[in-house]
Protein backbone atom coordinates (compact mmCIF):
# COMPACT_ATOMS: atom_id res chain seq x y z
CA UNK A 1 0.00 0.00 0.00
CA UNK A 2 1.08 3.63 -0.31
CA UNK A 3 -0.11 6.24 2.08
CA UNK A 4 -0.14 9.96 0.71
CA UNK A 5 -0.19 12.89 3.47
CA UNK A 6 -0.11 16.38 3.07
CA UNK A 7 0.35 19.46 5.01
CA UNK A 8 1.29 23.19 4.27
CA UNK A 9 -2.30 24.59 4.24
CA UNK A 10 -3.51 27.58 6.05
CA UNK A 11 -4.86 30.97 5.66
CA UNK A 12 -3.05 33.82 3.92
CA UNK A 13 -4.03 37.16 2.82
CA UNK A 14 -3.91 37.48 -1.44
CA UNK A 15 -0.35 38.23 -2.46
CA UNK A 16 1.23 35.95 0.10
CA UNK A 17 2.48 32.35 -0.86
CA UNK A 18 2.21 28.29 0.57
CA UNK A 19 4.65 25.54 -0.21
CA UNK A 20 2.39 22.53 0.12
CA UNK A 21 4.08 18.96 0.82
CA UNK A 22 3.18 15.65 0.11
CA UNK A 23 4.84 12.76 1.70
CA UNK A 24 4.87 9.24 0.05
CA UNK A 25 5.07 6.37 2.10
CA UNK A 26 4.78 2.43 2.09
CA UNK A 27 5.41 0.73 -1.40
CA UNK A 28 6.37 3.75 -3.39
CA UNK A 29 7.65 3.71 -6.49
CA UNK A 30 10.19 5.66 -8.32
CA UNK A 31 7.61 6.26 -11.47
CA UNK A 32 5.10 7.26 -9.02
CA UNK A 33 7.20 10.07 -7.64
CA UNK A 34 8.25 11.12 -11.20
CA UNK A 35 4.36 11.59 -11.97
CA UNK A 36 2.40 13.13 -9.42
CA UNK A 37 0.25 15.98 -9.29
CA UNK A 38 -1.69 18.02 -7.26
CA UNK A 39 -4.94 18.72 -7.90
CA UNK A 40 -7.68 21.18 -5.50
CA UNK A 41 -11.24 21.08 -5.01
CA UNK A 42 -13.47 24.41 -4.23
CA UNK A 43 -17.04 24.18 -2.64
CA UNK A 44 -19.66 23.07 -5.18
CA UNK A 45 -17.06 22.56 -8.03
CA UNK A 46 -15.32 18.97 -9.27
CA UNK A 47 -11.64 18.50 -8.30
CA UNK A 48 -9.14 19.87 -10.87
CA UNK A 49 -6.02 19.68 -12.01
CA UNK A 50 -3.48 22.08 -10.03
CA UNK A 51 0.49 21.02 -11.59
CA UNK A 52 1.99 17.65 -12.57
CA UNK A 53 5.31 15.99 -13.13
CA UNK A 54 5.75 13.75 -15.79
CA UNK A 55 8.73 11.50 -16.13
CA UNK A 56 11.89 13.46 -18.35
CA UNK A 57 11.15 16.56 -15.71
CA UNK A 58 8.29 18.01 -17.58
CA UNK A 59 5.45 19.90 -15.80
CA UNK A 60 2.20 20.59 -16.66
CA UNK A 61 0.18 23.86 -15.33
CA UNK A 62 -3.26 24.80 -15.34
CA UNK A 63 -3.22 28.29 -16.83
CA UNK A 64 -4.42 29.96 -14.16
CA UNK A 65 -1.21 29.15 -11.82
CA UNK A 66 1.04 29.01 -15.11
CA UNK A 67 4.14 31.31 -13.68
CA UNK A 68 2.59 31.56 -10.00
CA UNK A 69 3.08 27.90 -9.17
CA UNK A 70 5.48 25.21 -8.88
CA UNK A 71 5.68 21.35 -8.82
CA UNK A 72 8.94 19.71 -7.76
CA UNK A 73 10.15 16.92 -5.51
CA UNK A 74 13.04 16.32 -3.35
CA UNK A 75 14.91 13.21 -2.90
CA UNK A 76 13.28 11.71 0.23
CA UNK A 77 9.84 10.79 -1.44
CA UNK A 78 8.64 14.44 -0.90
CA UNK A 79 6.16 16.06 -3.95
CA UNK A 80 5.78 19.73 -3.02
CA UNK A 81 3.56 22.52 -4.35
CA UNK A 82 5.25 26.45 -4.18
CA UNK A 83 2.34 28.84 -4.11
CA UNK A 84 3.25 32.39 -4.54
CA UNK A 85 1.08 35.46 -5.78
CA UNK A 86 -1.95 33.45 -4.41
CA UNK A 87 -5.50 34.93 -4.97
CA UNK A 88 -8.78 34.30 -3.35
CA UNK A 89 -9.74 31.96 -6.18
CA UNK A 90 -7.21 29.64 -5.25
CA UNK A 91 -9.40 28.60 -1.71
CA UNK A 92 -9.74 25.18 -2.01
CA UNK A 93 -8.57 21.98 -0.43
CA UNK A 94 -5.74 20.51 -2.41
CA UNK A 95 -4.68 16.99 -2.96
CA UNK A 96 -1.69 15.54 -4.33
CA UNK A 97 -2.95 11.94 -6.33
CA UNK A 98 -1.18 9.26 -8.53
CA UNK A 99 -3.93 7.25 -10.34
CA UNK A 100 -6.10 5.62 -7.61
CA UNK A 101 -3.81 7.27 -4.57
CA UNK A 102 -5.03 10.16 -2.91
CA UNK A 103 -4.23 11.84 0.20
CA UNK A 104 -6.54 13.63 2.42
CA UNK A 105 -5.86 17.18 1.50
CA UNK A 106 -4.79 20.41 2.77
CA UNK A 107 -7.10 23.38 3.33
CA UNK A 108 -5.63 26.47 1.63
CA UNK A 109 -8.06 29.27 2.34
CA UNK A 110 -6.82 32.77 0.45
CA UNK A 111 -8.39 35.85 1.75
CA UNK A 112 -8.75 39.63 -0.17
Known amino acids: QVQLVESGGGLVQAGGSLRLSCVAS??????????MGWYRQAPGKQRELVAK??????TNYADSVKGRFTISRDAKNTVHLQMDSLKPEDTAVYYC?????WGQGTQVTVSS
Open 97 to 101: GFLDY
Open 26 to 35: GRVFTFMLDN
Open 53 to 58: MATGGS
